[in-house]
């Protein structure tokens, strides 16, 4: 459950005893924001994995790439990468020119050298489309479950003002309990809302930084390829 719901408050209120004596909208709500918190810290969890091990691949290569040799030999270097983005990217351009052989003597110029950089380019969108993979509900946690959250708890001070009416008792310990349990829903959706936006920032901070890896390797690439003869 998210951190809170389980604990104490103050006196002898019990917030889980709260819950389970709440109504079907406050289950349904408390339900939803558990399922973004749980579904958050997985994708939070297997994008530090992976951006871990993009980013280790990645210096293992870029360390070959600018040793130098030739393309056959830096494209050796690539094996065993698979999770590096910008060795899938030599790869990719690899191909490009085994597969479109240019006479011998041929500098890689003009169209050649147009459909090599598409080829490139294209491939480096792939990989940062794959790498900013579920970002985007990362995203739509952070901005929602604060909104969801409130939503449950102004449904449960709604039903704690009517329980008053009924009852015709104005008391604190009257309506305590029902805006308690309300104001759980805010505390659930605050419990989602943070570490999502925080792992989205932290996320989007390292694709930028790969993003400006794979332009500037991108760059290295064509220019290593324009003066060289097949």
């Known amino acids: 459950m998210i951190p809170g719901m389980l604990a104490t408050a103050s006196g002898n209120l ?7 004596r709440a109504g079907p909208m406050a289950k349904f709500v408390l339900l939803v924001l558990v399922l973004f918190y749980v579904a958050s810290w997985g994708i939070i969890a297997e994008r530090l994995r992976t951006y871990r091990k993009a980013e280790k691949e990645s ?26 983005p910008i060795a899938d990217i030599y790869r990719a351009g690899f191909r490009e020119i085994s597969l479109n052989p240019l006479p011998a003597g041929t500098i890689l110029e003009g169209p050649h050298l147009d459909a090599f950089a598409r080829t490139l380019r294209k491939n480096a969108q792939a990989q940062l489309t794959d790498l900013e993979r ?13 909104f969801i959250g409130l939503f449950g708890t102004v449904w ?7 329980g008053i ?4 008792q104005a008391s604190l310990a009257a309506y305590a309990p029902g805006i308690a349990e309300a104001l759980v829903a805010t505390a659930a959706g605050l419990g989602a809302a943070i570490p999502a936006v925080i792992g989205y920032n932290h996320f989007l901070g390292r694709l930028r930084s790969m993003e400006a890896r794979i332009e500037e390797f991108t760059a290295d690439f064509i220019h290593r390829v324009q003066g060289r003869k097949s």
């Open 156 to 162: 449960g001070i709604m039903n704690a003002f009517r």
């Open 14 to 20: 019990n917030i889980f005893q709260e819950v389970m």
């Open 165 to 168: 009416g009924v009852s015709g």
């Open 59 to 84: 210096d293992r290569f870029l360390r070959v790439f600018h040793k130098g040799g030739g393309l056959a030999a830096i494209q050796d270097g690539t094996k065993g990468l698979q999770w590096s």
């Open 134 to 146: 579920s970002l985007g509900f990362l995203a739509t946690t952070a901005s929602a479950t604060p």
